[in-house]
């Protein structure tokens, strides 16, 4: 696993040695981040599920201003300060454990969670997350393709997705209201 583009590119990131912890492929990211490349630079990004952290430390390199990483998992947050360390990230970043009550609100909310979890369930927790600022806000999904995501869900509106292989990417914003 690689940073794929941007300041870091090139970087190896380390992969977990444990079960359990499903890294989103190099090419998903490249699709990913394909798509949000108009919208990256300068973002507060929220890095939900973050295993690796490599969805986030793409973010960083393509230009966001602020990635927090969020997983419950001891091991991958430390695997995330590894990687940020190896990456000579210098700021912009934190590690945090959940919950996501208080985090504030970001511009781009990208959640990988297990794909055992409902995602309407994930949905309507991280939908107070995205922004509602000049910016607009996003958050996208990545999900098992056998388990659909829904077209709304809480404030949030599907406006596309992307299939790749067994993942699927659902795209949401903030239903004007």
């Not at 959940?98 to 991280?126: C, H, K, N, Q, W």
Request: glycine content about 10%; charged content about 20%.
């Amino acid at each position: 696993m690689r940073v794929i583009a941007g300041e870091y590119k090139g970087r190896r990131l380390q992969v977990p040695s444990w079960e359990g912890l499903r890294p989103t492929s190099d090419k998903l990211r490249e699709t990913l981040f394909n798509v949000l490349a108009p919208s990256i630079g300068g973002a507060r990004v929220l890095d939900g599920y973050a295993g690796t952290g490599a969805v986030g430390i793409e973010a960083l390199s393509r230009g966001a201003a602020h990635v927090t990483f969020v997983d419950h998992d001891r091991r991958a947050q430390a695997l995330i300060a590894e990687n940020v360390a190896h990456c000579r990230i210098p700021s912009g970043c934190v590690i945090i454990r959940p919950s996501f009550d208080r985090l504030g609100t970001f511009d781009i909310v990208l959640l990988d969670p297990p794909y055992d979890l409902r995602p309407e369930a994930v949905l309507t927790m991280a939908a107070p997350l995205v922004s509602t600022n000049g910016r607009g806000g996003l958050l996208v999904l990545e999900h098992a393709r056998r388990q659909p995501a829904p077209a709304a869900a809480a404030t949030l509106t599907r406006a596309r997705q992307i299939v790749s292989g067994d993942s699927e990417l659902s795209f949401y914003s903030v239903t004007a209201g």
